[in-house]
Structure formats: structure tokens, C-alpha cells
């Protein structure tokens, strides 16, 4: 069992900044996949970044050159870094963690951008 816990989303201005953290504690070994995925009102939940244990990284392209996806291996941590926030980055971040046979989420953290 792996346990999630995420922070960081707030009320933001257009073109501002928010960094989403999650922290995983439990069967943290197993992990070989950390990722960030939003769900906006009305809208299916979709993948915003994702990294694998060896550090490659993956970035939907509506975020790419804005949002950095990076960890933390000591605090057993993901962090999403998100610059020059679009008020269409309104959405509840989940993250989610992957072991071979079982994928777990947080519970999200809601972001919305606005003036």
C-alpha cells in the first residue's frame, strides 16, 4: 500500500506560480512512476507530467516550457513547479504513483487561476 498526501493548490493570478508537492509514504520502494493529472469541470481527468524512477520525464503540451515535474528521493516526494499559470490550468491536480500492479491516487488538491 502506498499512501498519498498533496499540497500547494491555492487562488492564483493569470501568470503567476504555484508548486503542487505530493508525499508518498507506505511501499515507497516499489514506485517506478510518479505523476501529476488534472480534472477540470466537465472535463475527463488528464495527464499533465510524469517521471519515471530513472528521471526521464513526460509533459502533456498545453504545460510544456511552463511546468516542471521533478523529486525529491529523500523526502519520497514529487513536486510540480507551475509558472505563467493560464486560467485554463483551473483544475484539481491529482497525483498518482504507479507499482507493478497497482496504481494509487491522492486525493487532489484544486488550482484555480483567476483575476
Known amino acids: 500500500q502506498v499512501q498519498l498526501v498533496e499540497s500547494g493548490g491555492g487562488l492564483v493570478q493569470p501568470g503567476g506560480s504555484l508548486r503542487l508537492s505530493c508525499a508518498a509514504s507506505?511501499?515507497?520502494?516499489?514506485?517506478?512512476?510518479m505523476g501529476w493529472y488534472r480534472q477540470a469541470p466537465g472535463n475527463q481527468r488528464e495527464m499533465v507530467a510524469t517521471i519515471l524512477t530513472g528521471g526521464s520525464t513526460t509533459y502533456t503540451d498545453s504545460v510544456k516550457g511552463r511546468f516542471t515535474i521533478s523529486t525529491d528521493n529523500a523526502k519520497n516526494t514529487v513536486y510540480l513547479q507551475m509558472n505563467s499559470l493560464k486560467p485554463e490550468d483551473t483544475a484539481v491536480y491529482y497525483c498518482k504513483v504507479r507499482t507493478p500492479g497497482m496504481d494509487y491516487w491522492g486525493k487532489g488538491t484544486p488550482v484555480t487561476v483567476s483575476s
Open positions: 507506505g511501499s515507497i520502494a516499489s514506485i517506478y512512476a
